[in-house]
């Protein structure tokens, strides 16, 4: 999963010392005073420099990774490029678009593809049940007018149909506070019954660990927005086919100063007029102001002078990110021409989500396993080896086709991943309205953005649109 880096704008910097013995080592050189540090390259990170460099701000941007891109990550080894983070980019992404535009990132439109093989073959208890078996099948819990809905399908349409959030709306306002309740709570109101809760929500949870622990209105949101990014195109879905994360590469080589790599921030201290900014290799930066990009999973590990407190610091102390847990698998032959399936599959058992990713001539060459919440935690606990093993041997139980074809050929973590610490936000029930927008206020000199605080948007565009308010921010006093 290692990337190889030899754009001419990135530096290691000091980073490699940080893995070699401390004695005899020189303390590493000072750095290039800045107006603006940045920590952080992903897209958040990236739009916030782009931004205030073309104000006319000097930016230092400090990563920890050797890589830049963040949540962002393409398997660049496997056919057919699957991402391991940023899947896809909407119509309405307008950063996104436009920074592909402007950097020279090809994209192309995946829908076509994406609906000429749309079709996704549900398995419960170990075995495949037909979508025309469905209706009539002992394992349906789902009501009279229902029960033909599959089970990915039946809570997504509850919650677009009785959704009272309108786009125009500020979803995390007071206001809100009465729609700011577990999902699981939303969905018993609407008349859902336990049985049907725990199939659809709660067997591939996108969001928590189960509708208990996720609230409704943040779902809301999430359905409303999706919502618009249709009516702006409902005929188009982007991606890169050199990879998504191209796109974060090429913000980066764009930069008037190189992303200095390997720097992992452990300590923030902005007691002083400024911000001065030490990193684990001992390096220390200073400017006038910072911009810390990072997830609050990661956030929270840093130590800051003066402390978070208050709102913000319950936010940052406690808000969860997703566990998401990536598997991508090969196969010798393509089986699925053998037993007339689909590759793409939604299951009941760690194998939870599978996705087929195909060439430039439209066949499958590669299947990317995609389990979220406590199953990408309990493949996470099994460690990689034992982790693709069984999801091989799920697949193999579902698809007996398949068996002795397949074969892992990369892993990715969100959850273990020590510089994401898991991948989206999640809020709790009751959390949207308390936490939203004091979580993200600036302190004293240093601001914040990432997914989490995005306001107006979700996923990558929410990232860069979270980069750009917190860049007017910081320029609004340099």
């Known amino acids: 999963m290692s990337i190889a880096l030899t754009r001419r704008r990135f530096i290691l910097g000091t980073a490699g010392l940080a893995t070699l013995p401390a004695a005899g080592l020189a303390r590493a050189s000072q ?43 393409s398997f660049d080894s496997v056919p ?30 995946a829908l076509p593809s994406m609906r000429r093989h749309g079709k996704i073959e549900l398995v419960l208890r170990g075995r495949v049940i037909d979508a025309e078996d469905w209706p009539a099948s002992q394992d349906n819990p789902f009501p009279e007018g229902a029960r033909d809905q599959m089970p990915w399908q039946y809570a ?58 996720v609230s409704a209105l943040q779902l809301m949101f999430i359905d409303a927005w999706g919502g618009v990014q249709r009516r702006i195109q409902p005929t188009a879905v982007y991606r890169a086919p050199a990879g998504n994360q191209r796109i974060p590469e090429a913000m980066a080589d764009a930069l008037e100063r190189e992303v200095h790599l390997g720097q992992r921030v452990v300590g923030i201290d902005t007691s002083g007029d400024g911000v001065t900014v030490d990193c684990l290799d001992g390096s220390r930066y200073s400017a006038r102001a910072a911009i810390c990009a990072l997830p609050f999973s990661v956030v929270r590990e840093l130590k800051f002078d003066p402390v978070l407190s208050g709102v913000q610091g319950e936010a940052i102390r406690t808000l969860p990110h997703q566990h998401v847990t990536q598997i991508a698998l090969t196969a010798k032959r393509p089986f699925w021409k053998e037993d007339g399936l689909s590759p793409n599959m939604w299951c009941e058992g760690l194998l939870s989500r599978t996705f087929a990713h195909r060439d430039a001539q439209d066949e499958v060459v590669s299947i990317l396993v995609s389990a979220y919440g406590n199953k990408a935690s309990a493949l996470d606990r099994l460690g990689q080896d034992a982790a693709i093993a069984r999801v091989i041997d799920e697949f193999e139980r579902a698809r007996p086709a398949s068996t002795g074809l397949l074969e892992g050929v990369a892993w990715h973590s969100w959850g273990l991943d020590p510089d994401s610490a898991g991948d989206w936000a999640v809020f709790a029930p009751g959390t949207v309205t308390r936490f939203l927008p004091a979580m993200f206020a600036p302190h004293r000199h240093v601001h914040f953005c990432g997914e989490q605080t995005a306001v107006a948007n979700r996923g990558m565009e929410g990232a860069m649109e979270s980069g750009e308010r917190a860049a007017i921010e910081v320029l609004a006093y340099l």
């Not at 073309?54 to 400090?62: D, E, K, R």
């Not at 699957?82 to 899947?87: H, M, R």
């Not at 929500?201 to 208990?212: D, I, R």
């Open 31 to 73: 750095p290039k005073p800045a107006d603006v540090l940045v920590i952080g390259a992903g897209l958040s990170g990236l739009a916030a420099a782009l931004t205030l460099e073309a104000a006319g701000a000097t930016v230092t941007v400090l990563e920890s990774q050797r890589r830049v891109g963040g949540k962002m990550l």
């Open 80 to 109: 057919g490029r699957p991402e391991a983070g940023g899947q896809s980019i909407g119509p309405g992404y307008g950063r996104v678009l436009a920074a592909a535009r402007r950097y020279g990132v090809q994209l192309e439109d």
């Open 156 to 213: 997504a349409r509850l919650l677009n149909a009785n959704n009272p959030l309108d786009p125009a709306d500020v979803w995390y306002a007071p206001e809100m506070a009465r729609h700011d309740v577990a999902m699981h709570q939303f969905l018993r109101g609407l008349g859902a019954s336990e049985a049907s809760i725990a199939l659809a929500y709660g067997t591939n949870v996108s969001y928590g660990t189960s509708a208990h622990d």
